[in-house]
Every structure is written in C-alpha cells, then in structure tokens.
C-alpha cells in the first residue's frame, strides 16, 4: 500500500518511524515532513493546512491510505476531504474533531453526558470575563476556545496574572481567532496523566498511559509549551483509576460523540487530572499528543496500519494490540528561547552516535542546502528511549542526548522525575 503522512513535526516522525515497519506498507510519503522523516518516508512539499493540495496530490499519486495527524488539517476536514475524494483516511472527522477544535464545545459536552472536568464558565466578552476572574480568585484557569498550537492554557497563580491572560487573548489577540472566545475553570489540584485512545467511533482501546511535561524549566517552572518531554506508563496511572477513567470518562465520551452525531474514528487524547475527588478530563485532543506520541508508540509492538483501518472500518473491537514490557522516555531538546521567539538554521551534531541506543524523533529540522540537519523549529529533537523499567529508560534517554549538540540548545533535566 502506498500510505501517506499528514504533518512535519516529531509525531509525524514517530508515526512514519512505526509505519514503516508494516509489511502491507511498499511506499510511504509525508507531507511536508522534516529532515529527520527524510530516512523513512519521502516528504512532499505540501503545508499540512492546504486540503485541496493534499488531497489532489494524494489521489494524483495513488494513495491507498491516508494519516491526518496534526489538529488543525483535521479540524480543516482534511479526512472528511479525502474520504469523498474516494482515498480512506485515518482521523475524526471535522465535526468529531471539534472536540479539540472548541474547548467550549467539550465543556458543553462533559456538562451534558456527566463526564467529570473543572468546574467552568464561557465568555466572549472581555468585560465579564475580568469581573468573573475578580469574583472567582486565585489560583484560576484561562483557556482559548479555540487550537493555540497547546499554548493557549494559562494557569494562572493570580488574580492580576489571570486577568492579563483574559486581555491577552481577548484585546491583545495573542491566539488570534482562537482566544475570541474562552473559558475560565476553577484550578484542579492532582498529578497530571494521559491516555490515548484508538477508537472506530463505538469502539475503544486504549494505550499505555503517559505523562507529559508541559513547563519550559525544571521543577515544572515557566511558560507552557507543546511538551518538553514525556513517560509511558505513568506511574499515578494505577488499576483502579484505568478501570474508573474507562466507566466515568472514556466510554460515556465516545458514546456521547455517537449520540451527538459525531461518531469519533482516531487517536482520542484524554488529558487527565487525578484529583483528591477522583479523575477528571482537563482536555481532550483529536490526535496523537506531541511528545506522548513518541512515548508510546516506541511500546507498540503490532502494526500500526492495521491498527488505523480497523479504525476507519469500524472493526477496531477484533482487533488485538500488543505492547512491550518496560518503559519509555521522550527527551525534547529545544532551542533558545522557546517556547518564546528563537534561532534557525543552526547545524545538529551527534545524531548517529545518540541513535546507536535511542530512537532521536526530528520535530523542528531541515536538510540545508548541503545535506546537513539543521534547527527549524522550537522543539528541535525527541530522543526517545525505552527501558525494562521506567527508571532505566528515562537514564538511557539522558545518556543518548549526551552525544546531540546545537547552538543555545536547552532541555529539562527533570523528566520523569517530577
């Protein structure tokens, strides 16, 4: 099958990484990939975010299979594209992927079905938002309705920090259209989880649970960024609260989506807070997280191809997924100044002596005009490794970044440990 990958980020690159290990896969394209996908797939120059483009490259090349994968083509109804244009593809829907696309439609959601999340309220006007933070207090929760690229969360430690946030979206436009709209939601206190979830739109498997680190600095400290680095399994993830997530959140959310007429076929992301009161949703996406994503797939140990048409066939309950024993880390290596404003072009050395015993996933990299990888990006690298426990895996992911080298790069030394 020829099979081709929507996005250019280290997700993608994860995705490309296992695909390629698929026997039914004889060709595998990405678009427009990074320098790093460059040794799996062949990239194709075609902005994640242009539909028709991809779409009229996809059914011109022949492609068997398509992967939508980051949020935005998916919220663009990139796979409602392709599936009419006759290629099957693997993703929600545009109207299921609203469920990302509008944190507003997720809390109305959580609140009709009795899913449990944040106490909230909605505002597009930036007057009632302010005097609703001044009522509330401190610590509080200002979120864009709409994609910010994961950055468009503000956990706020005071009531002036949280009400410059409100001005910041809402007067200032830093999200652009996305913060025309936002919620407010009381703080949640508890360790932080993922789970990812295949699903067909009835059906749902989830993967091993991760925990990503979401702060720019050790200690949890800093701007939010799209993910600093992540763990799989997470340790706050026990039996007991598997068995409640699936009860309380994952199997009403996907039944909520089919009684809604959103039937959702894809990657499920669950971001969840276990609170002193139980598990709570904090988020949800309609993809794979980024760098959870790395994590997790490094323990997948069947096809993923065939994981994702059972998906979009709706047979994902025949279907039995193996995983790996152990554990997994995803290290970011980041460039200066991220998640704020950075350099490019600056040349990455050590990445064949750090894959001799890691997986370096490319998120923010090109090929320079020589051949040569060099930064693009805010996160530049994913160094991913897995060991026969969480511990070991974590040491053979710091081990392997000893060897990567970059101008003004920077990463937390805290992973998995905090």
């Given amino acids: 099958m020829k099979v081709l990958v929507v996005g250019g980020g280290g997700r993608e690159h994860a995705i490309c990484w296992k695909l390629s290990q698929s026997p039914h896969v004889t060709r595998l394209f990405c678009a427009p990939g990074n320098g790093g996908i460059e040794s799996v797939a062949q990239c194709v120059p075609i902005a994640a975010t242009d539909v028709d483009g991809m779409v009229k490259w996809a059914k011109s090349h022949g492609m068997d299979f398509v992967v939508v994968a980051p949020d935005d083509p998916l919220a663009l109804g990139m796979v409602d594209a392709m599936e009419a244009a006759g290629i099957p593809a693997f993703g929600p829907t545009a109207d299921a992927a609203i469920i990302e696309a509008s944190k507003i439609f997720s809390k109305n959601l959580m609140k009709k079905y009795h899913i449990p999340t944040a106490q909230y309220e909605t505002f597009t006007d930036m007057d009632q938002a302010l005097a609703y933070v001044e ?31 409100v001005r910041s979206m809402m007067s200032d436009h830093r999200f652009g259209d996305a913060g025309a709209k936002i919620v407010i939601e009381e703080c949640m206190t508890g360790p932080e ?37 992540a763990i799989s399994p997470s340790p706050n993830y026990t039996a007991a609260v598997a068995i409640q997530c699936m009860r309380e959140i994952f199997m009403p959310t996907v039944a909520a989506l089919k009684a809604e ?51 979009r066939d709706g047979i994902l309950n025949k279907m039995d997924i193996q995983w790996k024993p152990g554990a997994a880390c995803c290290l970011v290596l980041a460039s200066g100044g991220y998640p704020g404003s950075y350099q490019k072009g600056h040349p990455i050395t050590g990445l064949d002596e750090a894959g001799e015993t890691a997986v370096v996933f490319h998120a923010g990299t090109k090929l320079d005009d020589n051949g040569d990888i060099v930064t693009n990006g805010g996160r530049v690298l994913g160094v991913t490794a897995t060991g026969e426990t969480l511990d070991a895996a974590i ?9 990567i080298h970059f101008t003004d790069m920077h990463f937390r030394t805290d992973i998995g440990r905090v």
């Fill in 395 to 403: 040491d053979a992911a710091y081990d392997a970044a000893k060897h």
């Fill in 193 to 229: 989880v993922t789970v990812l979830a295949f699903c067909d739109g009835e059906h749902l498997l989830c993967m091993p649970s991760s925990q990503d680190h979401k702060r720019a600095y050790d200690g949890n400290q800093g701007p939010n960024t799209g993910g600093m680095g």
């Fill in 261 to 311: 007429g959103r039937p959702f076929k894809g990657v499920l992301y669950f971001g969840l807070m276990i609170t002193p009161n139980g598990p709570k949703v904090v988020e949800f996406n309609a993809r794979f997280g980024d760098p959870e994503c790395q994590a997790v797939l490094s323990l997948l140990d069947s096809d993923l191809l065939e994981i994702m048409a059972s998906c």
């Fill in 135 to 165: 009522a509330q207090g401190a610590p509080i929760v200002v979120k864009a309705d709409g994609l910010a690229l994961g950055k468009g969360v503000i956990v706020a430690q005071t009531v002036e920090e949280a009400k410059e946030a």
